[in-house]
């Protein structure tokens, strides 16, 4: 049974640029959170899907994006890179029936120079 | 809005000695839930268990043992006869009933080395 992957592993990417984070999550999950984890700090929720609709954010600028395909897989999107953005963001899943448990994934590393 | 602190950022012991780690919370709601995460140097948050606000029975399982006590808005978590493997990054966390979603807030973890 996969648990939650995620894709790239790592990436490094300029200021102003563009990144695009994959989440599959984990056999027979519905519902995809993303958080974001700076260096020596604990994760901090960015949004949640299901459905394939923004059920949930947090106190993210607009420049944090989402989308949910049929497939319950997920993209986290982040415009205009800023040098704050570099962190681990992490993918969890969950059933919505079940949301409360919640499984992350191993992350993505992304550093913005 | 709420708010999950472990005042302790870094805990040092040697190896079967006990630690215990503190993790207090706040919040309006009068249903939410806590939870412990283990994340190792790998990256993955590992989830270790999730207790519902009116539930305040101890838990046991194994060497972990955790105290919720809603007097004092605490959630500690306690590794009796510490191991090597235990070294590792410890996240409390809280969630709040919510139809539109359930977001967790996490503490600042704390770093837990274990020295043989």
């Known amino acids: 049974d996969a648990g939650v992957t995620q894709s790239p592993t790592h990436l490094i990417k300029t200021r102003g640029q563009q990144v695009t984070l994959r989440c599959s999550p984990k056999?027979?999950?519905?519902?995809v959170s993303w958080y974001q984890q700076a260096l020596g700090q604990g994760p901090q929720f960015i949004f949640q899907?299901?459905?394939?609709?923004?059920?949930q954010r947090g106190n993210f600028p607009d420049r944090f994006s989402g989308h949910q395909f049929p497939n319950y897989s997920s993209e986290l999107n982040v415009n205009a890179l800023l040098l704050g953005d570099s962190a681990l963001y992490l993918c969890?899943?969950?059933?919505?029936?079940?949301?409360?448990?919640?499984?992350f994934g191993p992350g993505t590393r992304l550093t913005v120079t | 809005a709420q708010k999950v602190t472990q005042a302790q950022t870094e805990i040092s012991v040697v190896e079967k000695e006990d630690v215990t780690l503190d993790c207090v919370y706040e919040?309006?709601?009068?249903?939410?839930?806590l939870f412990w995460y283990k994340q190792p140097p790998s990256g993955e948050l590992v989830f270790l268990i999730r207790?519902?606000?009116?539930?305040?029975q101890n838990e046991i399982s194994g060497r972990y043992s955790w105290n919720f006590q809603k007097s004092t808005s605490s959630f500690n978590f306690t590794i009796t006869a510490s191991q090597v493997v235990d070294s590792a990054v410890y996240f409390c966390?809280?969630?709040?009933?919510?139809?539109?979603?359930?977001?967790?807030?996490f503490g600042g973890g704390t770093r837990l080395m274990v020295k043989p």
């Open positions: 207790r519902n606000s009116f539930d305040e």
């Open positions: 966390a809280l969630s709040e009933f919510n139809n539109a979603g359930n977001m967790l807030t």
């Open positions: 919040t309006r709601d009068t249903t939410y839930y």
């Open positions: 899907y299901y459905e394939e609709e923004e059920r």
């Open positions: 969890a899943s969950s059933l919505k029936q079940a949301i409360y448990e919640q499984y």
């Open positions: 056999s027979g999950h519905d519902t």
